[in-house]
C-alpha cells in the first residue's frame, strides 16, 4: 500500500489548509481512512477517520472546523481544516486501513499555525 500525502503547510491562526492523501495498492480497497496528527513532544492522535460509507469520527478539539471526506472513485482522503489554531500546529499523518485489520500510514505532512 503507497499513501502520497499533499497539502500542509505555513498558514496564520483563523486560517484554512486542505489536506489530501492518495492511496493505492489494495486490490480490496480502502475500509477506514482518514488522519493522525502528531505534535511535537506528544504522541501521535487521532484527528478523523471516515468509513467507506462515509461515516465519520472526529477528535473533540476539531470538532466543527475540520471536515474529513472521501472520494471511493479515486482513494483519496481529504481533511479540509478551518479556523486553525496554533494547538493544530502537528504533523498530520495519511491513514488507511484494508479489511479491518491492516493499517497504513503516509510519511506525514507538517501543518504549522502561527499566532
Known amino acids: 500500500v503507497q499513501l502520497q500525502a499533499s497539502g500542509g503547510g505555513l498558514v496564520q491562526a483563523g486560517g484554512s489548509l486542505r489536506l489530501s492523501c492518495a492511496a493505492s495498492?489494495?486490490?480490496?480497497?480502502?475500509?477506514?481512512m482518514g488522519w493522525y496528527r502528531q505534535a511535537p513532544g506528544k504522541q501521535r492522535e487521532l484527528v478523523a477517520t471516515?468509513?467507506?460509507?462515509?461515516?465519520?469520527n472526529y477528535e473533540d478539539s476539531v470538532k466543527g472546523r475540520f471536515t474529513v471526506s472521501r472520494d471511493n472513485a479515486k482513494n483519496t482522503v481529504y481533511l479540509q481544516m478551518n479556523s486553525l489554531k496554533p494547538e493544530d500546529t502537528a504533523v498530520y499523518y495519511c491513514?488507511?486501513?484494508?479489511?479491518?485489520?491492516?493499517?497504513?500510514w503516509g510519511q506525514g505532512t507538517l501543518v504549522t499555525v502561527s499566532s
Open positions: 495498492g489494495s486490490r480490496f480497497g480502502f475500509n477506514n
Open positions: 471516515v468509513s467507506r460509507g462515509g461515516s465519520t
Open positions: 491513514y488507511v486501513q484494508v479489511l479491518f485489520r491492516n493499517d497504513y
